[in-house]
């Protein structure tokens, strides 16, 4: 009767110890070890990172890095730490992060209107993982430029703005072959056939473009402004447009952040290939990254017998359009003696 009772008193020691280590093992992993107020946030784990870097990155955002380290190596998490994009959110058990940490979020990328490919790769380096000079590296291999058609001065032309997914530990390479995949899809036959039918190449056409981006934020105008310049390269007329001084401007200075509201006659003067009042055709690279709108302007553009155009000022952001320089005179004077009106000196 004793033996019984001992070895009653002893399966009720070893059930209550088992029940509390289950208990701890069940805290230990289900229940809430986040910190942060935020409802999610990410955490960025770098390439070639090992566990012991993952616990400092993570740290801020765990409530409890004993639970966090003991589930970590239950789920044998150490030796398969992976980089990439991750995203906690707020309640999350240590299972739940452990779990969180193996699923690579993509990042959504958009960019538009760089004016450089320096800026361009800035931009860039800010949202994935590699940086600015790996990226401008990997762009200006001389290799690929060869193999592509590209030099650097035209080279921005190859990236087309939009809205992409990619993993933020993208390489700079892999970052620079997705975006030539995404150029080839986009001048598909039928897009160089209408390049071709204008007497452009797609490198052409994207430079012209990039100034018909700047000259109107009006997407409706910009078929008849892309109109004016094919003419006037039709005809061997300088384009003498005013982004194109302005860049140039800037490019001399080597001050791109400089604001230039109104071009001033010694602008004109300045020697530049890309100063369309000072060199024939198009500039040798874009002034800008222009969209999508600005392209297909160019690609379709208005047929009409323009050759000047001028900021309205009566329609703001619009153009006043003329076929003659007398025209184009008349419609320059309104627009001097409104800007002068407005104390509008640079």
């Not at 004077?333 to 800007?339: A, C, G, P, T």
Request: proline share 4%; with cysteine; hydrophobic share 40%.
């Amino acid at each position: 009767m004793n033996i019984k009772k001992s070895i009653t008193s002893i399966s009720i020691v070893v059930i209550s110890a088992l029940m509390i280590y289950g208990l701890i093992l069940v805290r230990q992993i289900f229940s809430d070890n986040t910190k942060f107020e935020e409802t999610e946030v990410f955490v960025y784990i770098p390439t070639d990172s090992d566990y012991e870097a993952v616990k400092k990155i993570v740290a801020p955002y765990v409530d409890d890095m004993d639970r966090f380290d003991a589930v970590a190596n239950k789920k044998k998490y150490p030796n398969n730490v992976k980089p990439g994009k991750f995203l906690f959110k707020k309640g999350m058990n240590s299972n739940e992060l452990i779990n969180a940490l193996r699923i690579n979020n993509e990042v959504k990328l958009s960019f538009n209107n760089q004016e450089r490919l320096e800026d361009f790769a800035g931009r860039i380096g800010s949202e994935i993982e590699a940086d600015s000079v790996s990226l401008l590296t990997a762009i200006k291999d001389s290799a690929f430029l060869k193999e592509n058609g590209f030099n650097e001065e035209n080279v921005l032309t190859m990236f087309i703005p939009n809205t992409y997914e990619l993993y933020w530990n993208t390489t700079a390479t892999k970052f620079r072959d997705k975006m030539i995949k995404e150029y080839r899809n986009f001048w598909n036959d039928e897009r160089i056939a209408k390049a071709k039918a204008q007497g452009l190449t797609p490198a052409e056409a994207t430079i012209l473009a990039s100034i018909v981006h700047k000259e109107s934020v009006k997407k409706d105008e910009r078929p008849r402004i892309a109109g004016v310049y094919l003419n006037r390269l039709h005809k061997g007329i300088l384009l003498q447009a005013d982004p194109t001084v302005i860049y140039a401007v800037k490019k001399k200075s080597n001050d791109f952040k400089q604001v230039i509201k109104r071009v001033l006659n010694k602008d004109l003067q300045v020697a530049s290939p890309y100063n369309t009042y000072y060199s024939a055709g198009l500039p040798p690279g874009p002034i800008a990254m222009p969209d999508i709108t600005a392209i297909e302007a160019v690609l379709n553009p208005e047929k009409h017998n323009y050759i000047y155009f001028c900021a309205s000022v009566t329609r703001f952001g619009y153009h006043d359009f003329a076929v003659t320089q007398a025209e184009h005179e008349q419609n320059a004077k309104k627009y001097y003696n409104w800007i002068n009106s407005q104390g509008v000196k640079r």
